[in-house]
């Protein structure tokens, strides 16, 4: 009885092992094959762009647009008038083919231009930039290589706040535009240029007003193209090749304030818990529980067309996510610029409690700096701290919210009109590669763009700019610069993209 169950045992086992063995081949088969088929699809041919571009002309007007101290603060009393409307007049000095288009000042420092193209019936689309900049935080000047004002041209590179963020842009529109009417282009539709110059502190002034103008004029934008993104070059974990990434949305914010009151007194017999004690645990839960998230919608997007060009083992995580999608979100969440793709993000920046050190503090306060991923509104976000800090002596007040724009179709005209614009000004004649990997991404602060969501059947947000992460250091920060080889691409792109229309 006993060798007939051990036999019948051994059986078993064997059977459990053949099957198990095969499962686990047939796994490997399919994670292989998915790996394998996750390729890159076979590039259209890219047709270098040939229009010569004087790198000395458009350094030089990189370098004197620098010079005009056009700074926004966040108190917009401080504004310096009379550098922006010199600014101004200085653009229609140096590109005076603009004379040729219909320009409408709006609130007198953004300038509106209006190319009329052969068909005004059909929809129009729009260039934006900001010549607006951040100001030089005070005492960091000694910091900068080159005087942030001075618009210094040296070692390649054209120097100065604004030089990437964003007159680099304004000014390769404006060589682009010049080039194509010089040379007699008229564009098949009408092609709206818009230079603000409050895009620092909100846009309310510019983007906001030049979207209500051109609704009360019934203008229909088929797309618009603004800042928001770049080529970037050793900037994507895994990826070699450069990545323009065309972003075709942004994210919101919600500034959420935590308070807790109590009833303070002498720290000397202090009750279980204060103010402060019962704010911190709020916070800890806070940052412990993170917002869900997951590649899922545009977050898919973006990785469906980064994976093909990684490393074989991210490109198997990537292409077997109905496998590897647990890990795959566990390991992205560690690396914080992944993360803000994955979810919206929760940042703890304001803190205070008592006054002094033996006081018992009567009240303690914190402000939670959360970036909206388009998935989530304002309200869920507030019902989601509310559930997660699940103490109702914590206030929550909602102190700034602003919803994530809406999503551009990444397989739209103007998307597909800007990814070849930018394979062309990169392409090298005879090669067999195309030059950029081309994704759809998410813009992590504020642009112009969120007006002109409201008017365009698109929005996309992209400077054709090669940028390294030495380079992205300068923006808001210090040494920021511009490599001049880039700012002729810039003008190519933009004049490749104009042509072909
Ligand atoms: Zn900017």
Do not use: C
Not at 24 to 49: D, K, N
Not at 80 to 101: A, D, H, I
Not at 370 to 393: C, E, Q, T, W
Not at 413 to 432: E, H, K, L, M, W
Request: proline content about 5%; glycine content about 8%; charged content about 15%.
């Amino acid at each position: 009885m006993t060798t007939i169950k051990l036999q019948w045992e051994i059986s078993m086992v064997k059977t459990i092992f053949k099957y198990s063995a095969g499962a686990l081949l047939l796994l490997i088969g399919i994670v292989t094959f998915r790996t394998i088929s996750f390729s890159p699809a076979a590039p259209a041919p890219a047709r270098p762009v040939t229009q010569a571009v004087d790198v000395g002309n458009v350094s030089r007007h990189l370098s004197e647009a620098i010079r005009f101290q056009t700074i926004s603060y966040d108190n917009s009393a401080k504004r310096n008038k009379s550098r922006f409307l010199e600014f101004t007049q200085w653009v229609g000095q140096t590109y005076p083919q603009l004379q040729q288009l219909e320009l409408t000042p709006v609130n007198e420092l953004t300038l509106l231009y209006r190319w009329k193209g052969k068909d005004s019936q059909h929809d129009a689309m729009l260039l934006s930039a900001h010549y607006d900049v951040v100001p030089v935080t005070p005492g960091t000047e000694k910091l900068w290589q080159h005087s942030p004002f001075s618009g210094a041209i040296a070692d390649g590179y054209v120097w100065g706040r604004g030089a990437m963020d964003d007159k680099g842009a304004a000014i390769a529109m404006l060589e682009a535009i010049s080039l194509l009417l010089q040379q007699g282009y008229q564009p098949p539709h009408d092609v709206y240029l818009a230079l603000t110059h409050d895009e620092e502190i909100g846009s309310k002034e510019g983007a906001a007003a030049v979207t209500a103008l051109l609704q009360q004029r019934e203008v229909k934008l088929a797309w618009s193209l603004d800042e928001g993104s770049f080529v970037l070059r050793e900037m994507v974990p895994g990826v070699a090749a450069d990545v323009a990434s065309i972003n075709v949305a942004e994210k919101g914010f919600l500034n959420l304030q935590l308070s807790v009151q109590s009833p303070g007194g002498h720290s000397s017999m202090p009750p279980a818990e204060t103010a402060v004690s019962i704010l911190a645990r709020a916070l800890t839960r806070l940052t412990d529980q993170q917002v869900p998230g997951g590649i899922d919608g545009l977050t898919a997007d973006f990785y469906d067309q980064l994976g093909p060009h990684m490393a074989w083992l991210q490109r198997m995580l990537l292409a077997n996510r109905w496998l590897f999608g647990a890990l795959l979100e566990h390991e992205l969440s560690k690396m914080p610029t992944a993360n803000a793709m994955l979810r919206t993000t929760t940042a703890p920046t304001m803190l205070s409690g008592s006054i002094k050190a033996n006081v018992l503090p009567q009240q303690a306060t914190a402000v939670v700096n959360f970036r909206l991923h388009p998935r989530d509104s304002v309200d869920a976000i507030l019902a989601h701290a509310k559930a997660v800090i699940n103490d109702p002596r914590v206030e929550l007040t909602v102190l700034q919210g602003m919803a994530a724009s809406k999503v551009a179709a990444k397989d739209g005209d103007g998307f597909s009109r800007i990814s070849t614009a930018a394979q062309n000004t990169y392409a090298v004649a005879g090669a067999q590669q195309a030059p950029l990997v081309v994704v759809s991404g998410l813009t992590i602060g504020g642009t112009d763009s969120r007006f002109y969501e409201e008017l365009a059947g698109a929005s996309y947000r992209f400077n054709p700019m090669v940028l390294t992460s030495a380079e992205l250091g300068g923006f808001h920060g210090n040494n920021e610069r511009i490599r001049q080889d880039n700012l002729v691409k810039s003008v190519q792109f933009y004049y490749s993209l104009l042509s072909a229309l």
